[in-house]
């Protein structure tokens, strides 16, 4: 069986993997997206499928758009029975869809419908779910909108964190898919409609989504911190004279005080305890822009703080 494989992120490693490692298929070429500037160099970097797929000495394909018609030619001549997409990072248009025999499928991160977009796993820890999974979908011109094949559910532990939920799904989705094609291409497992209730959206996260705002309540801060682990990262503000200095929140934990929303009611080797809209979060680990992560009682002994102080 000839599959192209289409995708960019890390979450698509483990399915790449799979399908190489599986004698059952045939990978004719590995789509990602073009190597983008980054660092303070801004040097290009190859995505992490794009390194992959050349550890497995794959063809890749790199087109700046998906529409491209060059591109779209080149992928027609490959003649793929199959297409499997994984966070590849673009809308496929129609040509690509109806191109092979056996359409296309996306492996996507959420118990469909719920959370379709391109931030699952970071939704559902925000939302506080206690439980998510995996979806093995053929796809349609809509948004995450096409037939179930298979899915698979995951609990959500309470030490997870977007990374550590991420690599779980990954390999979920990866057996998943390679348990799922057969069945699937033979014609024993037809695509069942999405309900139609249920349906959320997990929209693109931004940088700013990271700033905490101490009047939500503790537990809802403590979501985000998880959801946005290890990026972008959640930070609030130390007011100072000349500008606030940004300080990223690394760790917290629940702590058995209440005060005013950001204002510091305790500060010392146990870590620093700030009040919220609702109780109170102890921070354990921080780093100050530029600085480096330190737990709370080195960080205390280069930049003294004291209740009463606020934090914004």
Known sequence: ?????????????????????????????????????????????????????????????????ARDEDFVAGLRALAPDLIVVAAYGQILPQPVLDLPA??????????????RGASPIQSALLNGET?????????????????????????????????????????????LLVQTIPGYVAGKIPPRPQPSEGVSYAPKIKKQDGRIDWREPAQKIWNRLRAFTPWPGVFAFLPAERRPHLLKIWKVEAAGFTGPAGEILRADKDGIVVGCGKDALRILELQREGGRRLIAAEFLAGHPLKAGDRLA
Do not use: W
């Open 1 to 65: 069986m000839k599959i192209v494989f289409m995708g960019t992120a890390e979450l698509a490693c483990a399915s790449l993997e799979a399908l190489a490692r599986d004698s059952r298929f045939q990978l004719a070429a590995v789509v990602t997206q073009p190597d983008r500037p980054k660092g303070r160099d801004l040097a290009l970097q190859p995505s992490p499928v794009k390194n992959l797929a050349q550890q497995f000495n794959l063809p890749v394909l790199q087109p700046a758009k």
């Open 102 to 115: 056996s359409g296309c499928l996306n492996v996507h991160a959420s118990l469909l419908p719920k959370y």
């Open 131 to 175: 439980e998510t999974g995996v979806t093995i979908m053929k796809m349609d011109a809509g948004l995450d909108t096409g037939g179930i094949l298979a899915q698979t559910r995951a609990p959500i532990l309470p030490r997870d964190d977007a990374q550590r939920l991420h690599h779980r799904l990954a390999r979920l989705g990866a057996e």
